[in-house]
């Protein structure tokens, strides 16, 4: 292979992988282009491998659209980098915050949004909580989950001993779900909405590395994993995302509507379970919430 033919291939699969590590999954190229690829060599291969292992990008040529280059299967791990210094890190974490909060890829949401709801805790948390999308509470106040179903919520991370500023929480989508013709309520995210804005999600993941994450509700797990068999039945069974631990269990809001006991308990069950793969203390009152007596 000609010297300048494979520096450029070289560079080309490095920055792929660049955005790979950022979150993006999917890169357009026109067939144009990919024709100009195809000329210095012969026999280019329609799948080009990375020299490190498990960096595989496989392209497609429609034939009227451009082609689109997979970077990684949805939920994979990001490739392993070493450790941030704390100063680096915390750079890296504002600067991915100034970038959320100038995102207008979204125009219907970016034009009525009050606040982008970036997330709040603790970068260097070991637990991390994923939501859906902000609500009208966050979207005036600027921070996720700080409404009824919030309140919830930090019960519920007080309960395992830890405090909110423990953990870090944030959502599939940062900017409130705009409502048409509505003056009140929410609605869910759609597919391209949650594609859209989840980069911002993976790279927050990237630098935090929790080595735990808890997916709160039907449609922050199916913008983590894809379409499931439903929150019903997946809560409380561990998957993996982007290479941690995730459990899904049922959003705060539904135990607000749903004041069971029972229900109480699957959720707190599932939090028994992160305490437990966190290496967390459970004393036997803590066993013992929402049983009966």
Request: aromatic share 4%; net charge positive; glycine share 8%.
């Amino acid at each position: 292979m000609p010297d300048a033919y494979g520096q450029l291939l070289d560079a080309t699969i490095q920055h792929l992988e660049d955005l790979k590590s950022r979150g993006v999954r999917n890169v357009a190229v026109s067939p144009e282009a990919l024709r100009a690829l195809s000329q210095p060599v012969k026999n280019v291969s329609a799948t080009t491998q990375a020299s490190s292992p498990g960096s595989k990008i496989s392209m497609t040529t429609p034939t009227s659209q451009p082609a689109e280059l997979s970077l990684a299967m949805p939920g994979e791990a990001a490739p392993a980098s070493a450790p941030l210094d704390p100063k680096a890190k915390a750079t890296a974490f504002a600067a991915l915050r100034e970038r959320a909060l100038a995102c207008v890829k979204c125009p219907n949401l970016a034009s009525l949004r009050k606040t982008v709801v970036f997330g709040v805790g603790s970068i260097d948390a070991q637990l991390m909580f994923v939501g859906e999308a902000p609500g009208a509470d966050e979207d005036e106040q600027g921070e996720p989950f700080v409404g009824r179903a919030g309140q919830l919520l930090t019960k519920i991370i007080q309960a395992t001993g830890l405090q909110r500023a423990d953990v870090y929480i944030a959502n599939i989508l940062k900017c409130r779900p705009d409502t048409p013709g509505q003056s009140a309520g929410n609605r869910k995210p759609t597919p391209d909405e949650m594609a859209t804005c989840i980069p911002y999600l993976h790279e927050q993941i990237d630098l935090i590395r929790p080595k735990v994450i808890v997916a709160l509700g039907a449609t922050a797990v199916e913008g983590l994993l894809g379409k499931t068999i439903g929150i019903t039945k997946l809560r409380g069974g561990w998957k993996t995302y982007r290479g941690t631990p995730l459990m899904p269990t049922y959003h705060p809001a539904y135990l607000l509507r749903n004041q069971a006991m029972s229900e109480k308990r699957k959720v707190w069950e599932d939090m028994l379970a992160v305490m437990d793969k966190l290496g967390m203390s459970i004393s036997d009152k803590q066993r013992n919430f929402f049983l009966k007596a």
